[in-house]
């Protein structure tokens, strides 16, 4: 008995009627003014494509049958072999749009189970979840059908390959970078035809921030990664408006306080400002929703060397303790249990200062330490390995962040031939 296999994989008994029928619409296609009669050659074809099956093991594609049927057609009538052709290929649109329409109504009626398990940063309840997912499916069959090489396509549907992010491919935007917040904060930027000027509080430069964050997640797939180096200056700016504060309340009371309580309050109400700064980092980027409908992928990176002098590293030593501790805490879901969050990844560099025992900020990496045995962050990232593995051509050795998935980028020289990290993304 010769076997066929149908499109969607049942296997069912070959029927040589099925061809026959085929080319007599076919036929009667190209000449709809004939009688209604079979043309001679319909059984000869079903024959021959019975003593090929044999040859094959008694097995066929569906797919395998109209090709052999388009091959043997234009020797016994051309005018039908087109006619029989142009069936095909109309049949082949319906059932694309038949499946991606089916795809979209099961997803628009909470039935599409792939959908809404492939990705646990996606509540597929939500429109704007929907909306994306609608222009997904569209944009898999634009990719799989038309925009890759034939041979990708039908390796990713045989399964020897992925070929990821299907559901972006149609669009011509880009895919994971690292985010030049020191550039946006010192120089102000534009979001949504606004201008954002430069912060003047630790608070202020980290709402701004997760405004950005939201923004290029709205504009890219994948990933993103931030550094806190670049809101470190803001910690300072934060002081001085402190000391100022402080200044101005002390005269309207008349009162005088020595110069060690005056820094001891500068400094207390700065360590308030800095945790009401990280916990709008950690509250935003996990309450924000982008235009597709998900949290911003978002990752910290914390890089002690990367500071720019030693009030920047003090400073930035309490943005990363703060940081951790809060992680170490954790989020309230909404039956107010203490769970650990799903973002910001959190990436620590480990380097001189902070290796050994005897280190200055040992203490630091043991916070992070008692961080990854309750909430899994941080990542480690070993400056001395970098430094030592990742030279570009020009023999520097640096150490830079990578993606929460732990890909770096490629590095990308300017055109003083100077390394240029932050500001870059993946086309």
């Not at 003593?51 to 094959?56: D, E, F, G």
């Not at 049927?69 to 142009?86: N, S």
């Amino acid at each position: 008995m010769i076997t066929v296999v149908k499109r969607n994989g049942e296997k069912v008994a070959f029927d040589s009627s099925k061809i026959i029928s085929a080319i007599q619409r076919a036929y009667h296609e190209s000449r709809p003014n004939e009688k209604n009669e079979t043309p001679y050659y319909a059984e000869e074809i079903a024959n021959n494509i019975i003593t090929i099956a044999k040859q094959n093991d008694n097995y066929f594609n569906v797919e395998d049958i109209q090709d052999l049927v388009e091959d043997y057609l234009p020797e016994y009538d051309k005018l039908c072999a087109r006619a029989y052709i142009r069936y095909r290929h109309t049949r082949e649109i319906q059932r694309t749009i038949k499946d991606t329409f089916s795809s979209i109504l099961d997803l628009t009626d909470f039935k599409n189970q792939e959908l809404k398990d492939e990705n646990s940063n996606k509540n597929a309840i939500i429109a704007s979840t929907q909306r994306d997912y609608m222009a997904g499916e569209v944009s898999k069959k634009l990719t799989n059908d038309y925009l890759l090489p034939r041979e990708i396509s039908e390796a990713h549907q045989r399964g020897e390959i992925h070929f990821h992010d299907a559901d972006y491919y149609a669009q011509h935007i880009f895919n994971c970078c690292l985010v030049n917040l020191e550039d946006m904060l010192q120089n102000g930027t534009v979001i949504n035809k606004t201008l954002i000027e430069k912060p003047h509080t630790f608070t202020t430069a980290c709402n701004i921030a997760t405004q950005i964050m939201a923004v290029v997640a709205s504009g890219q797939y994948g990933g993103q990664t931030i550094s806190l180096t670049h809101l470190a200056p803001f910690v300072d700016s934060s002081r001085e408006q402190i000391r100022k504060a402080l200044i101005e309340e002390l005269e309207a009371i008349h009162e005088e306080i020595s110069n060690k309580d005056f820094d001891r309050i500068v400094e207390m109400r700065l360590r308030k400002e800095v945790e009401r700064g990280v916990q709008v980092l950690q509250y935003q980027i996990n309450t924000l929703n982008t235009s597709n409908g998900q949290t911003p992928f978002v990752s910290i990176f914390m890089y002690l060397n990367e500071a720019k002098n030693e009030r920047e590293k003090e400073d930035l030593v309490m943005i990363i303790e703060e940081v951790l501790k809060q992680r170490i805490q954790g989020t309230k879901n909404e039956k107010g249990v203490w769970i650990t969050p799903a973002f910001p990844k959190l990436l620590y560099v480990l380097e001189e200062d902070n290796i050994t025992p005897d280190s200055k900020y040992w203490w630091l990496t043991e916070l992070a330490a008692r961080c990854t045995a309750k909430r899994l962050v941080p990542d480690y990232i070993s400056e001395k390995i970098m430094l030592r593995d990742r030279v570009d051509s020009a023999g520097e050795g640096n150490c830079y962040p990578c993606m929460g998935c732990r890909s770096f980028l490629s590095v990308y020289r300017d055109e003083n031939d100077k390394p240029k990290y932050y500001g870059r993304l993946t086309a």
